[in-house]
């Protein structure tokens, strides 16, 4: 597992004081032997997925030393420790934390985005602002950010569908699958879905613009979680229609065994649950709007180059 980034302060500023020039490259290898980390490990990404989480950690924990004036860029991708970075480290012989960067003028004033003063109290995080602040990269709490707004909302899709009727949930079905570019146009997969009510099937929708399959579909609103008697009546039915391939939509959930048996027979089944239903109508702009856009840049190394 990557620790946080604050683990990463102390063994970066430590090596950085050994060597008159440091890399990055040699930082990512000291760090890869400090804490043990596998290929695996390395690989892992932000939930972004636009980097790993160990260079994303080393990126930030960079930045964060030279803006306490404790490192300074010697070139491009290398750098070494100042005066000022050499006394710092004398103070400590393990860990570096967030706090202790806070008690330099020039890192406060860049973390709280306000002039500092000498003699200015650091305010301490409480449990829940050091774990989910302190440990984090800038970007790992826009993730936590985004992700918990996201939950939240998904949250809300789900009980707002279920005080809606079927009829409804079933146009909501029709217009997320047309999104997801099944049946053609809206007003073609309307002809189909909802009228079928035929042997526990709910509708019909061609897999592709042309037609050249179709999909059988089952939208249950469902409070308690779907028996897997439904799943089993929706693949005899199936069956019966010699379709190859069905999706099962429900605002609730279903039990480890009906997993289990889609995944053992033919036709292909995709259960689709109430949280995965959400994100997908989150995801394809269905039944939600756009509040706000933020768009995150870096800067472009190569435009510098002379």
């Not at 032997?33 to 790993?52: D, I, M, N, W």
């Not at 605002?251 to 689709?272: C, G, H, M, N, Q």
Request: charged content about 30%.
């Amino acid at each position: 597992m990557i620790p946080n980034f604050q683990k990463f302060f102390y063994p970066v500023l430590k090596f950085t004081s050994e060597r008159t020039e440091t890399s990055l490259n040699e930082i990512r290898n000291v760090l890869t032997q400090f804490f043990s980390l596998t290929e695996e490990e390395k690989a892992e990404r932000v939930p972004s997925g636009v980097q790993t989480k160990f260079d994303n950690r080393i990126y930030w924990t960079k930045s964060y030393l030279s803006k306490a004036k404790l490192i300074e860029n010697t070139k491009r991708s290398h750098f070494k420790i100042t005066k000022k970075g050499l006394d710092f480290l004398q103070k400590f012989n393990s860990e570096i934390s967030i706090n202790d960067l806070k008690a330099i003028p020039e890192f406060r004033e860049f973390n709280e985005g306000v002039p500092s003063t000498v003699g200015q109290t650091v305010t301490t995080a409480t449990d829940e602002d050091f774990q989910i602040i302190e440990t984090k990269t800038p970007e790992e709490i826009l993730d936590y950010s985004f992700t918990k707004l996201t939950d939240e909302l998904a949250s809300e899709l789900i009980d707002k569908i279920k005080s809606c009727s079927p009829s409804f949930f079933e146009r909501l079905v029709v217009d997320l699958l047309v999104k997801m570019g099944y049946g053609g146009s809206r007003k073609e997969a309307g002809k189909v879905i909802g009228k079928s009510n035929d042997g526990g099937i709910d509708g019909i929708i061609n897999e592709d613009k042309l037609g050249l399959d179709t999909i059988y579909i089952q939208a249950k609103k469902w409070e308690n979680t779907v028996p897997i008697a439904q799943i089993r009546d929706f693949a005899g039915s199936l069956l019966s229609k010699k379709a190859k391939k069905g999706i099962f939509l429900t605002t609730s959930d279903y039990p480890k065994s009906a997993y289990d048996f889609v995944s053992s027979i033919e036709p292909r089944i995709v259960l689709i649950n109430g949280k995965e239903l959400a994100e997908l109508m989150i995801e394809h702009g269905v039944g939600v709007s756009t509040k706000i856009n933020y768009e995150v840049k870096k800067m472009d190394i190569d435009y510098f180059e002379e």
